[in-house]
Every structure is written in structure tokens, then in C-alpha cells.
Nanobody, 116 residues
Framework: QVQLVESGGGLVQTGGSLRLSCAAS????????MGWYRQAPGKQRELVAT???????NYADSVKGRFAISRDSAKNTVYLQMNSLKPEDTAVYYC??????????WGQGTQVTVSS
């Protein structure tokens, strides 16, 4: 089992910044990638950004150039730096971990609200 704990969400004005953190614990062996997803009210959960164990990153088109995913392997933590936030970025943000087998692991989510 892998436990993921997110932090760093909150309320920010349009154009502001937030940094989300996701701390992983438990049996981290075999994790191939970690990432962030988000779900806005009435919408499906969508990918925001991912980072592989090799350091490759991938971003949703809607956040390219504004968000940056990174990791600190020593702290077993993945970060999402969010800049130039827009009201449409408002959602619950979930941390995700994928292994080469079995189900994905999810955090409990952290709310990000961007006011106009």
C-alpha cells in the first residue's frame, strides 16, 4: 500500500500562485509515475501533470506554461507549482501514484479555489 497526503490548497485571487505538495509513504517500491489530477464540480476528473521515475513530465494543455511538477526524492514528495491561476483552475486536486501493477493510489484531495 502507498499512502499519499496532499497539502497546500487554498483560496487565491486570479493571477496568484499556490504550491501543492504530495508526500508518499508506505510501500513505494515499483512506483513508475506520480502526478496530479483535478475534479471540478459536475465534471470528470482530469489529468493535470505527471512525472515519471525517470523525471519525464507531461502536462495538460490547459496548464502548460503556468504549472510545473517536480519531485524531491529524498523527501518522497511531489510538488505542483501553480502560477497565473485562473477561476477555471478551481477544483479538488488529487495526488496519484502508479505502479507497474495493481490499482492506482490516490490522496484525499485538496481544494483549490481561484476567485475572479
Amino acid at each position: 500500500q502507498v499512502q499519499l497526503v496532499e497539502s497546500g490548497g487554498g483560496l487565491v485571487q486570479t493571477g496568484g500562485s499556490l504550491r501543492l505538495s504530495c508526500a508518499a509513504s508506505g510501500n513505494r517500491f515499483g512506483i513508475l509515475a506520480m502526478g496530479w489530477y483535478r475534479q471540478a464540480p459536475g465534471k470528470q476528473r482530469e489529468l493535470v501533470a505527471t512525472i515519471t521515475s525517470g523525471g519525464s513530465t507531461n502536462y495538460a494543455d490547459s496548464v502548460k506554461g503556468r504549472f510545473a511538477i517536480s519531485r524531491d526524492s529524498a523527501k518522497n514528495t511531489v510538488y505542483l507549482q501553480m502560477n497565473s491561476l485562473k477561476p477555471e483552475d478551481t477544483a479538488v486536486y488529487y495526488c496519484n501514484a502508479k505502479k507497474g501493477w495493481g490499482p492506482d493510489y490516490w490522496g484525499q484531495g485538496t481544494q483549490v479555489t481561484v476567485s475572479s
